[in-house]
C-alpha cells in the first residue's frame, strides 16, 4: 500500500493500523443550485425550490431547445416561495408553498401545490388548498415565455443564435402560441390553459380570480406542447407513475427486466439501486432504440454513440436489452458519404447527433456529427459481448450488414498511412480535434505540457481495435463465415505484437499515451493503459507491472485512476481530462484488472469508487470527479464544474466493478458462466437476483469465507456456472516472481 487512504471503506470507516480520519461527508449534490427531471428528449431545469426564474440553464427543453424560459407565479401580487421541492420517480416534480399564515388562529392556512409532469411536453398543475375558516378570494397571475435557446447557449449563457418570438392569444381554445422566427427555423410552443375558475390572458400573463371556500381546492393546469417542423409534442398525462411515452415504456421495461443486487455492505447495495434507477431513467424512448440511453443530465441529452454504447456494454451484467437498442441505434446512424463540415465518411460510426436550434441551422454540424475514432472498433467490441451474454444469433445476423462498413470504414480510412495503427483527424473546421476516448481539445499533451497536434495514433484507440478484431472474429464465425473470421483472428494476433513493440516503454513501466505525427512517444503517464488492460492487448508478463504504475500514488488518487499523472506538468485536477478521475474508466480498469488477477488493485480501485459514491446524494457517480488526493486536507474530492449528474456510464461502472469482483464471464452459446470471484474484507457477501444468460436467469449468492475464499451458491434456470480463472489471470500468475 502506498497511500494513506488505501485501506479505507467504503462505508467511510478505516482498517486497522490507517491513521488517517475517517470522512464523515456525505450527500453531496453536483449542482446544489439546480434540480432537473426527464424524460426521452425532454427536460426541466428548476432552481431548487422548483421554479422557473429565467436565470441560467433553467427552463423546460424539448429536443435541446428551451421552450419555457421562463415561469413567474404570483398570487395577490406576491410570489410564493415553495418550502419544499421533491423529484418523483425521475419524470415528475412536487413542491408545496405557503399562501397564508398557518399559525394563525382561527386557521387562515393555505397552500400552493405545483406538480409537474415530463413527457414529450410538459404539465404544470397548480392546486390552491385552503384550511381557512373563510371563504379567500385570490388572484392567480401566471408569466410565461420562451427564448428558444440551444442547451449549449442556454448552459453557457451566450447566445449564437436569435430571432423573434411572437405571442398569439386564442381565446376560444384557451391557448398561447409562442412562435420562433430564425433563418427559416419552424419551431414554436403551444401553452393550453384549463382551469377550475374563468381563466383570461392579458398583458403577457394568464389571469385566474379564484374564490376558494374553506377545505377546498382549486386548480389550473398548462400543458406545454413544443411545435417542431408541424409536430406537435403532446404534454403527458398528470401522474406520478408513468407519463405513458415510449420513454416511458422503455423505463418500465428496464425496471423489470435489470438484476437485483443485495448485500450487508450497505454502501454498495445503495450505489447498485442508484445506478439501476439511474439507467431505466435515461433511455430515449424512440422507436430506433427505445431504452438506448442519453449520456446524462442536464446537458447531454442526446445521442451519443460510444457514450450510449459503453454504459450498456458495462451494464449487462443488469440486462441486455439496452446494449441490443444502442447497437441498433448505432447501426442505423452510419455515415454515407464523404462530407468534411461533419467528419463524415461512409461507414463511420456516428459520434453525436442533437436537435437544437444551433445544429438545425447548421451553426455547428451536431445535428449529425462523426469526429470520433473509437465507436467504430467499440460497436465491433459490443456486438460480441452482446453475443457472448445472449447467444442471440438473430439480431447478430441483422446487425452484420452494419458491421462489415464498420470494418470496411476503419480499413479504408481508420489509418490513413496504413502503419498498422488507427490515428485520427479532423477535417471539419469547427470539429472535435481529439477523437479517441478522451475528446476535450486540450487533452493529448506530451510529456513537457504541450499539446500534440494531429494526426494521433493514441494507445486505447489500438487496443479498441484488437479487441474489436478479435470479438468480430467470433461473431462473424459464429454467423456461418468461419474462414473470414480465422483472417480477423490473425489479424489481431498481428496486431498485439506490434503494438507492445511500438508502445511499450520499459523505462516507464507503462505505454506510451499515444504516437504523435513523427511516429513517437507521447510519453505522457495517463489511464489508457487500464483500456489496454480491459482488452487483453497486455503481454501477461507486463501487466502487474501497468497495474502497479495505475495505482501509484501520482496515478491513484484513491477515489480512482486520474486521467493523467499528478507529476505531470500539464496537470489540472479539476480539468476534464488532464488528471481528474472518471468513474466510468474504474468500470473498464476493474475489469482489465479482474481479467489479469490482479486483485489487490481491483480491491483498491472498487473501494475507492464506492467511497466516492457514498458522498453523493442517493450514492450517485457524478460524471468526472477532481483528481484531489484522498486524505485530510481534502474531505471529499470535489467534481469537475460542468459535471453530469445523473450520468449513464457512471451509474453503468458501479455495475462493471461488481462483474469484475466476480470475474464473470459469460459463454451464453455454451449456456455457461465462468466464474471466478474475489470479494475484499469490506464486501463479506453479494446476492445478484435475476442475471440473464442467453435467455435464462440464474441468481447467484457470493459469500466471503476466512482466508479470503469464496462460496458460490446458484438458483435458478439450467445452465453451468463454473469457477475457473481466466486464462491471462492464469498466465500472470506464471509470471510473477
Not at 431547445?65 to 421541492?85: A, K, M, N, Q, Y
Not at 480477423?488 to 504516437?515: E, I, K, Q, T, V
Not at 464471464?665 to 446476492?687: M, N, V
Not at 441468481?699 to 469465507?705: A, F
Amino acid at each position: 500500500m502506498t497511500d494513506a487512504s488505501a485501506g479505507r471503506t467504503p462505508s467511510g470507516a478505516y482498517t486497522a493500523g490507517q491513521g488517517v480520519r475517517m470522512s464523515r461527508v456525505r450527500n453531496l449534490r453536483v449542482r446544489p443550485d439546480l434540480l432537473y427531471v426527464a424524460s426521452g428528449w425532454s427536460t426541466l431545469v428548476t432552481d431548487v425550490r422548483g421554479r422557473i426564474t429565467g436565470a441560467g440553464p433553467q427552463g423546460f427543453f424539448a429536443r435541446n431547445t428551451r421552450v419555457l424560459s421562463t415561469e413567474r407565479i404570483t398570487i395577490d401580487g406576491r410570489e410564493p416561495v415553495p418550502f419544499s421541492t421533491a423529484t418523483v420517480q425521475g419524470h415528475a416534480q412536487l413542491s408545496y408553498a405557503e399562501l397564508g399564515d398557518g399559525a394563525r388562529l382561527p386557521s387562515r392556512a393555505a397552500y400552493l401545490l405545483v406538480e409537474r409532469f415530463v413527457g414529450a411536453g410538459l404539465r404544470t398543475r397548480l392546486t390552491l388548498l385552503s384550511y381557512a375558516d373563510e371563504l379567500l378570494d385570490l388572484r392567480l397571475r401566471i408569466h410565461l415565455a420562451a427564448d428558444f435557446a440551444d442547451t449549449g447557449e442556454a448552459e453557457t449563457g451566450r447566445r449564437v443564435q436569435s430571432g423573434p418570438v411572437d405571442a398569439r392569444w386564442d381565446s376560444a381554445d384557451q391557448e398561447l402560441r409562442l412562435t420562433y422566427r430564425c433563418d427559416g427555423l419552424d419551431r414554436a410552443v403551444a401553452i393550453r390553459a384549463r382551469a377550475d375558475a374563468p381563466i383570461r390572458y392579458a398583458d403577457g400573463e394568464f389571469v385566474v380570480d379564484v374564490a376558494l371556500p374553506p377545505r377546498e381546492r382549486s386548480r389550473v393546469e398548462f400543458a406545454v406542447e413544443p411545435v417542431f417542423d408541424g409536430e406537435r409534442l403532446v404534454a403527458p398525462p398528470p401522474s406520478f407513475t408513468e407519463p405513458g411515452d415510449t420513454a416511458a415504456a422503455a423505463r418500465a421495461r428496464l425496471d423489470h427486466e435489470f438484476t437485483r443486487l443485495t448485500s450487508t455492505n450497505f454502501d454498495v447495495t445503495a450505489a447498485w439501486r442508484c445506478a439501476q434507477e439511474d439507467l431505466a431513467g435515461l433511455p430515449l424512448g424512440e422507436p430506433a432504440g427505445p431504452t438506448a440511453p442519453i449520456a446524462g443530465l442536464p446537458i447531454y441529452q442526446e445521442i451519443f454513440g460510444r457514450d450510449t454504447m459503453t454504459a450498456s456494454w458495462q451494464a449487462l451484467l443488469a440486462g441486455p436489452t439496452m446494449l441490443a437498442d444502442s447497437l441498433r441505434l448505432n447501426a442505423q446512424h452510419l455515415g454515407r458519404r464523404v462530407d468534411d463540415w461533419r467528419d463524415e465518411e461512409p461507414g463511420k460510426p456516428l459520434h453525436e447527433a442533437r436537435q437544437g436550434p444551433v445544429s438545425a441551422l447548421n451553426i455547428d454540424p451536431l445535428a449529425r456529427y462523426y469526429g470520433d475514432w473509437s465507436t467504430a472498433p467499440d460497436f465491433l467490441v459490443f456486438l460480441g459481448q452482446y453475443y457472448a451474454w445472449t447467444a442471440d444469433l438473430e439480431t447478430v445476423r441483422e446487425l452484420l450488414p452494419a458491421a462489415r462498413r464498420t470494418l470496411a470504414w476503419i480499413d479504408r480510412y481508420g489509418d490513413p498511412d496504413h502503419d498498422g495503427f488507427l490515428e485520427y483527424h479532423c477535417r471539419s473546421r469547427v470539429g472535435v480535434k481529439n477523437q479517441g476516448w478522451k475528446d476535450s481539445d486540450d487533452a493529448i499533451v506530451d510529456e513537457h505540457g504541450q499539446l500534440v497536434p494531429n494526426p494521433i495514433a493514441t494507445s486505447e484507440l489500438q487496443a479498441y481495435w484488437y479487441a474489436a478484431l478479435r470479438h468480430a472474429a467470433v461473431t462473424f464465425a459464429a454467423a456461418g463465415h468461419p474462414a473470414f473470421g480465422l483472417g480477423l483472428a490473425r489479424r489481431a494476433a498481428a496486431l498485439r505484437r506490434r503494438f507492445h513493440r511500438a508502445f511499450w516503454m520499459p523505462d516507464r513501466g507503462c505505454y506510451a499515451m499515444a504516437l504523435g505525427p513523427d511516429k513517437r512517444h507521447v510519453r505522457s503517464v495517463n489511464s489508457n493503459d487500464g483500456h489496454l488492460l480491459a482488452t487483453g492487448i497486455v503481454p501477461t508478463r507486463i501487466a502487474p507491472l501497468v497495474a502497479d504504475r495505475l495505482l501509484a500514488p501520482d496515478m491513484f488518487s484513491g477515489w480512482g485512476i486520474r486521467t493523467l499523472s499528478a507529476a505531470h506538468p500539464a496537470y489540472n485536477p479539476f480539468s476534464y481530462h488532464r488528471g481528474s478521475v472518471w468513474p466510468v474508466e474504474a468500470g473498464t480498469i476493474g475489469i482489465g484488472f479482474a481479467r489479469y488477477g490482479c486483485w489487490e488493485h481491483l480491491h483498491r480501485l472498487a473501494e475507492g469508487t464506492f467511497a466516492a459514491s457514498a458522498l453523493f446524494a442517493e450514492h450517485r457517480l457524478p460524471e468526472v470527479l477532481s483528481g484531489l488526493p484522498r486524505d485530510d486536507v481534502y474531505p471529499h474530492p470535489g467534481v469537475y464544474p460542468n459535471s453530469c449528474s445523473p450520468q449513464a456510464w457512471s451509474a453503468s461502472a458501479v455495475i462493471a466493478l461488481i462483474q469484475a469482483l466476480l470475474a464473470l464471464r459469460p459463454a451464453a452459446p455454451l449456456r455457461t458462466i465462468f466464474i471466478d470471484p474475489h470479494l475484499p474484507e469490506w464486501l463479506p457477501d453479494l446476492k445478484l437476483e435475476g442475471v440473464q444468460i442467453g435467455g435464462r436467469t440464474v441468481d447467484l449468492t457470493v459469500r466471503r469465507r476466512r482466508g479470503g475464499r469464496t462460496s458460490v451458491h446458484t438458483r435458478g434456470d439450467r445452465i453451468a456456472v463454473i469457477r475457473r480463472p481466466t486464462l491471462h489471470a492464469i498466465s500472470t500468475r506464471r509470471h510473477r516472481p
